[in-house]
């Protein structure tokens, strides 16, 4: 099971500079990250939000491998192997693209869009959706950065945990 914890941090590229922590982090198997996103409010409140999954440039690039393949497949039937596979990978990264920009995978959107619109200017904001993590090693590594909680899917007694550990930073 996933749990979700949302950060909060003073300084716009906080957020970017712990998530590329906590990927180095996930290299060494400290941490099992399924989804990730930074969510930036700039000083006059316009907010930005960088998904780390791009579905729409992944389903692309699916799409056109396997509509490349397909269409040198279909392409070999009328003996214009190169016309099929040129005209397969369009077609497959096309509808690829528009499958990948309708899927909502990981953290939903509307709820980055509505928790983003409530951090301060000037701010920004970390929501990480992971399996694991060994708190010993992962928490000292973000306490530098002062991350506050904003939201968690934790249990009520490990959120305390987590607010108790990265307050000792503070």
Same mark, same amino acid.
Request: with cysteine; proline share 3%.
């Given at each position: %099971? &996933?749990?979700?914890?949302?950060?909060?941090?003073?300084?716009?590229?906080?957020?970017?500079?712990?998530?590329?922590?906590?990927?180095?982090?996930?290299?060494?198997?400290?941490?099992?990250?399924?989804?990730?996103?930074?969510?930036?409010?700039?000083?006059?409140?316009?907010?930005?939000?960088?998904?780390?999954?791009?579905?729409?440039?992944?389903?692309?690039?699916?799409?056109?491998?396997?509509?490349?393949?397909?269409?040198?497949?279909?392409?070999?039937?009328?003996?214009?192997?190169?016309?099929? %596979?040129?005209?397969?990978?369009?077609?497959?990264?096309?509808?690829?693209?528009?499958?990948? &920009?309708?899927?909502?995978?990981?953290?939903?959107?509307?709820?980055?869009?509505?928790?983003?619109?409530?951090?301060?200017?000037?701010?920004?904001?970390?929501?990480?959706?992971?399996? &694991?993590?060994?708190?010993?090693?992962?928490?000292?590594?973000?306490?530098?950065?002062?991350?506050?909680?904003?939201?968690?899917?934790?249990?009520?007694?490990?959120?305390?945990?987590?607010?108790?550990?990265?307050?000792?930073?503070?």
């Amino acid at each position: %099971m &996933s749990n979700l914890v949302v950060l909060d941090f003073d300084g716009i590229h906080t957020a970017d500079e712990v998530l590329n922590k906590l990927r180095a982090l996930e290299k060494e198997y400290l941490i099992d990250l399924e989804d990730a996103c930074v969510v930036e409010r700039d000083q006059s409140g316009k907010v930005h939000i960088k998904q780390a999954v791009n579905l729409a440039a992944l389903g692309a690039a699916t799409g056109g491998s396997r509509g490349a393949l397909w269409g040198a497949i279909v392409g070999l039937l009328f003996l214009n192997p190169l016309a099929g %596979m040129a005209i397969g990978a369009v077609t497959g990264a096309g509808a690829g693209a528009i499958a990948g &920009s309708l899927t909502d995978y990981g953290i939903p959107d509307d709820f980055v869009k509505k928790l983003g619109d409530t951090i301060p200017k000037g701010s920004s904001a970390l929501f990480i959706l992971f399996r &694991s993590v060994n708190e010993d090693k992962v928490l000292p590594e973000i306490e530098a950065y002062k991350p506050r909680v904003l939201r968690t899917s934790l249990t009520n007694e490990a959120e305390q945990k987590l607010r108790a550990a990265l307050a000792k930073a503070a």
